[in-house]
């Protein structure tokens, strides 16, 4: 059984692959009310001309030390990616023969990524496009849980209408065509009553990796804090009462977190801004694509360079000089349940009081700490009843290693 | 000691002239009101701050004098001499060399041969952001130049210090420019800011990532009226630079203007910026060895395999 919790719980080549992300189009059906993008559009989408000088720019690239990871995700995002499907089609083509032509080392050893709403998932096009590249593919559907939890964020743009049932009709096609895919479920204030019954609500749809997390926004009102407890306690009784931790993962539970971190040996950066790289319809290159205009409120983009000029390294320094402890306040690097507690360098930056990825933000300081309270709850519910069952030691043994969070 | 706000910098004009990386763009004439220039010195006073002030080219009216001379002070422009071009000969003890590095090449025969006659010449490179990898074998070969000469004048007991060789040989923790940490500088508006530089692009309108919301021209770090106001203080300070609180290049400037300017963060420094301060770092050990073979006792400048710690940062 944990088997496939395992397999499911690592991203493919999580530690030795480049991400790069091709921002294809910044428009999307859907106007969903957490969405950190602030600046979608429709205007903004990748031509094939800079699409291409970005491919030939990376695979002329090969031995620069951005480039010399072993393997390569290239991520298509959004606003949503498969509305721009044709273009996809020809890039995916064109990486894949040009690193053919190139005897590149990330031939047979690249992945083609996607977050999509789900809402055009079953079309010709794309089901033509999952069908040629299948065997290097993975796909993420968004749906947020029940019904009204789905809706109440996810909604059309224009209208207030809840995009629900336009996606989970294709929840089916998914999950037999990626039975050990994830879904991402985003938590914002509003949400935080119907957490419970959308996880397992994810679960009853054949989904078994629900990653789920609070937006690092400042957006978190009080009592919420009690309430996400509230709520995990009982999703907690509901997956171990029912027997659901064998098929299922929820990223929220966790055993490597809840505990103090030490700043010599535990003070890596949470994330990998920095080591990846977003391009955009611009041709403009990114850390990540947090830090490209679209997704900031408050500051400018952090362009690192573009197809034409290069990459300039002095704007990748500070994020590869990152660390946990220099970023973060005197009160987190204290923090007795630190570890796990999760950031996003681009909100880092975005509400930073100067210009620096350096100042941690902590908006999320109360809620992870409910979160340690309900997972310390939730392995000691866990173990106990493993213990009496006599099956600890079998889970000990295949436990999963579990990534807390997800960007 | 962790280093503390220790110096007030006084641009009496807005034509002060400048003294270090960055030039001064500003042509109009903008002279401090003595009012203001009154404040700033009772700052300087109740925060106990040695002054430094920047002075123009022109001769300051007359009514200036007795308030300038109402604390002890250092008057750059004055007492220390400023000069874009490299002088055929010198007529002061202390001298702030401005110039970029193709210069510093072209004419570096010109210069060791005034470090006879100076107590101390600060060289501040004015163009490092141009520095390009091919440029380190002449940038070192002038370093060598200027290191022959030092290391022959020390042998006859004379100790002419130039800041970018000389500095390195006896620190033994970093001693950097200290902007907004070891001093403030104050403009002619009456606010304060962490350098002149950082006045400069206010003026001039440009970016330099330093404003909390970009779209504020502001560089500003507080005013007379009310004080110093740092944001993210702590990123000005060394055990908050990854790269820098490890390097031993410790006569470094660490230009936190330039850092910004480059890598767009206070605490970062560029590829450039270490690799120049490497290379004299590296020049400075070579004079190291020679007079310590001549009796000197110097502190141990240590081999190293690198010229920009960026390189090693995994071994840190």
């Given at each position: 059984?944990?088997?496939?919790?395992?397999?499911?719980?690592?991203?493919?080549?999580?530690?030795?692959?480049?991400?790069?992300?091709?921002?294809?189009?910044?428009?999307?059906?859907?106007?969903?009310?957490?969405?950190?993008?602030?600046?979608?559009?429709?205007?903004?989408?990748?031509?094939?001309?800079?699409?291409?000088?970005?491919?030939?720019?990376?695979?002329?690239?090969?031995?620069?030390?951005?480039?010399?990871?072993?393997?390569?995700?290239?991520?298509?995002?959004?606003?949503?990616?498969?509305?721009?499907?044709?273009?996809?089609?020809?890039?995916?083509?064109?990486?894949?023969?040009?690193?053919?032509?190139?005897?590149?080392?990330?031939?047979?050893?690249?992945?083609?990524?996607?977050?999509?709403?789900?809402?055009?998932?079953?079309?010709?096009?794309?089901?033509?496009?999952?069908?040629?590249?299948?065997?290097?593919?993975?796909?993420?559907?968004?749906?947020?849980?029940?019904?009204?939890?789905?809706?109440?964020?996810?909604?059309?743009?224009?209208?207030?209408?809840?995009?629900?049932?336009?996606?989970?009709?294709?929840?089916?096609?998914?999950?037999?065509?990626?039975?050990?895919?994830?879904?991402?479920?985003?938590?914002?204030?509003?949400?935080?009553?119907?957490?419970?019954?959308?996880?397992?609500?994810?679960?009853?749809?054949?989904?078994?990796?629900?990653?789920?997390?609070?937006?690092?926004?400042?957006?978190?009102?009080?009592?919420?804090?009690?309430?996400?407890?509230?709520?995990?306690?009982?999703?907690?009784?509901?997956?171990?009462?029912?027997?659901?931790?064998?098929?299922?993962?929820?990223?929220?539970?966790?055993?490597?977190?809840?505990?103090?971190?030490?700043?010599?040996?535990?003070?890596?950066?949470?994330?990998?801004?920095?080591?990846?790289?977003?391009?955009?319809?611009?041709?403009?290159?990114?850390?990540?694509?947090?830090?490209?205009?679209?997704?900031?409120?408050?500051?400018?983009?952090?362009?690192?360079?573009?197809?034409?000029?290069?990459?300039?390294?002095?704007?990748?320094?500070?994020?590869?000089?990152?660390?946990?402890?220099?970023?973060?306040?005197?009160?987190?690097?204290?923090?007795?349940?630190?570890?796990?507690?999760?950031?996003?360098?681009?909100?880092?930056?975005?509400?930073?009081?100067?210009?620096?990825?350096?100042?941690?933000?902590?908006?999320?300081?109360?809620?992870?700490?409910?979160?340690?309270?309900?997972?310390?709850?939730?392995?000691?519910?866990?173990?106990?009843?493993?213990?009496?069952?006599?099956?600890?030691?079998?889970?000990?043994?295949?436990?999963?290693?579990?990534?807390?969070?997800?960007? | 000691?962790?280093?503390?706000?220790?110096?007030?910098?006084?641009l009496l004009d807005d034509t002060s002239v400048a003294y270090?990386?960055?030039?001064n763009?500003l042509k109009e004439r903008n002279l401090?009101?003595?009012?203001?220039?009154?404040?700033?010195?009772?700052?300087?006073?109740?925060?106990?701050?040695?002054?430094?002030y920047v002075y123009p080219e022109y001769e300051l009216?007359?009514?200036?004098?007795?308030?300038?001379?109402?604390?002890?002070?250092?008057k750059i422009g004055r007492?220390?001499k400023v000069t874009n071009?490299?002088?055929?000969?010198?007529?002061?003890?202390?001298?702030?060399?401005?110039?970029?590095?193709?210069?510093?090449?072209?004419?570096?025969?010109?210069?060791?041969?005034?470090?006879?006659?100076?107590?101390?010449?600060?060289?501040?490179?004015?163009?490092?952001?141009?520095?390009?990898?091919?440029?380190?074998?002449?940038?070192?070969?002038?370093?060598?130049?200027?290191?022959?000469?030092?290391?022959?004048?020390?042998?006859?007991?004379?100790?002419?210090?130039?800041?970018?060789?000389?500095?390195?040989?006896?620190?033994?923790?970093?001693?950097?420019?200290?902007?907004?940490?070891?001093?403030?500088?104050?403009?002619?508006?009456?606010?304060?800011?962490?350098?002149?530089?950082?006045?400069?692009?206010?003026?001039?309108?440009?970016?330099?990532?330093?404003?909390?919301?970009?779209?504020?021209?502001?560089?500003?770090?507080?005013?007379?009226?009310?004080?110093?106001?740092?944001?993210?203080?702590?990123?000005?300070?060394?055990?908050?630079?990854?790269?820098?609180?490890?390097?031993?290049?410790?006569?470094?400037?660490?230009?936190?203007?330039?850092?910004?300017?480059?890598?767009?963060?206070?605490?970062?420094?560029?590829?450039?910026?270490?690799?120049?301060?490497?290379?004299?770092?590296?020049?400075?050990?070579?004079?190291?060895?020679?007079?310590?073979?001549?009796?000197?006792?110097?502190?141990?400048?240590?081999?190293?395999?690198?010229?920009?710690?960026?390189?090693?940062?995994?071994?840190?």
């Open positions: 059984m944990s088997k496939i919790i395992k397999d499911i719980q690592n991203p493919w080549q999580e530690d030795t692959a480049k991400s790069i992300t091709f921002i294809v189009t910044k428009d999307c059906q859907l106007a969903c009310k957490y969405c950190y993008l602030v600046g979608k559009n429709e205007t903004e989408r990748m031509t094939w001309e800079t699409a291409k000088a970005a491919i030939d720019y990376i695979l002329d690239h090969e031995e620069d030390r951005n480039f010399k990871q072993e393997s390569v995700v290239f991520d298509f995002i959004g606003g949503e990616p498969f509305l721009e499907i044709d273009l996809i089609d020809k890039i995916c083509d064109y990486i894949k023969s040009e690193m053919f032509r190139r005897n590149h080392h990330w031939f047979n050893s690249y992945r083609f990524n996607f977050s999509t709403n789900g809402i055009n998932y079953d079309s010709e096009k794309v089901q033509k496009f999952i069908e040629k590249n299948r065997t290097h593919l993975s796909i993420g559907i968004t749906i947020d849980g029940t019904k009204r939890k789905h809706d109440l964020n996810r909604v059309y743009k224009g209208s207030e209408k809840g995009s629900y049932d336009d996606v989970v009709r294709n929840i089916p096609l998914w999950t037999k065509q990626f039975p050990e895919a994830g879904t991402k479920v985003t938590i914002s204030s509003a949400d935080l009553p119907y957490i419970c019954e959308s996880v397992l609500h994810l679960y009853d749809l054949g989904i078994k990796q629900v990653n789920i997390n609070c937006v690092f926004e400042d957006v978190w009102k009080e009592g919420d804090d009690q309430l996400f407890e509230e709520q995990l306690t009982e999703l907690a009784d509901k997956i171990i009462d029912g027997g659901k931790y064998e098929e299922n993962a929820c990223s929220f539970f966790s055993e490597n977190m809840g505990k103090p971190l030490d700043c010599k040996l535990q003070n890596n950066n949470w994330c990998g801004a920095g080591r990846m790289l977003a391009v955009d319809a611009a041709g403009n290159f990114y850390p990540c694509t947090r830090f490209a205009q679209y997704s900031l409120r408050d500051k400018e983009a952090w362009i690192i360079g573009n197809t034409k000029d290069g990459i300039d390294e002095n704007k990748l320094r500070p994020f590869l000089t990152l660390d946990r402890c220099t970023q973060s306040t005197e009160e987190c690097k204290d923090c007795e349940v630190a570890e796990g507690c999760a950031w996003c360098q681009g909100e880092n930056y975005d509400a930073a009081k100067t210009h620096t990825v350096f100042e941690r933000a902590t908006a999320i300081c109360k809620m992870h700490k409910a979160r340690v309270r309900a997972n310390n709850y939730y392995w000691n519910k866990l173990y106990r009843k493993l213990e009496l069952e006599g099956k600890r030691e079998e889970f000990e043994q295949n436990k999963p290693t579990n990534k807390t969070d997800i960007c | 000691m962790k280093p503390y706000l220790q110096y007030l910098v006084i270090c990386h960055a030039d763009p401090m009101p003595i009012e203001t220039l009154k404040k700033a010195i009772l700052f300087g006073m109740k925060q106990n701050l040695m002054i430094q009216p007359a009514e200036y004098d007795e308030t300038i001379e109402s604390i002890d002070n250092l007492d220390v071009e490299v002088p055929a000969a010198v007529d002061c003890d202390n001298i702030v060399l401005r110039i970029k590095i193709k210069d510093l090449i072209a004419k570096q025969y010109d210069i060791a041969a005034l470090l006879p006659n100076v107590k101390r010449m600060n060289i501040c490179l004015t163009d490092i952001e141009t520095f390009k990898d091919e440029q380190i074998a002449e940038y070192k070969k002038a370093l060598n130049t200027l290191g022959a000469v030092l290391t022959s004048l020390y042998k006859e007991q004379k100790h002419p210090q130039l800041n970018i060789l000389t500095d390195r040989l006896t620190l033994k923790e970093m001693h950097n420019c200290e902007a907004g940490i070891g001093n403030i500088t104050v403009a002619p508006n009456g606010k304060f800011y962490l350098c002149p530089a950082f006045y400069y692009d206010e003026k001039t309108g440009v970016s330099n990532k330093m404003n909390y919301k970009t779209k504020d021209a502001s560089r500003s770090v507080g005013d007379l009226e009310n004080g110093l106001c740092i944001p993210n203080k702590q990123l000005l300070e060394l055990d908050h630079a990854p790269l820098c609180r490890n390097c031993d290049a410790y006569h470094c400037n660490r230009c936190i203007w330039l850092n910004q300017k480059l890598t767009w963060d206070n605490n970062t420094p560029s590829h450039q910026q270490c690799v120049i301060a490497h290379l004299e770092r590296n020049a400075a050990r070579d004079i190291s060895a020679k007079l310590s073979e001549a009796g000197y006792n110097l502190p141990e400048i240590k081999e190293i395999n690198y010229i920009d710690p960026f390189d090693v940062k995994e071994e840190w």
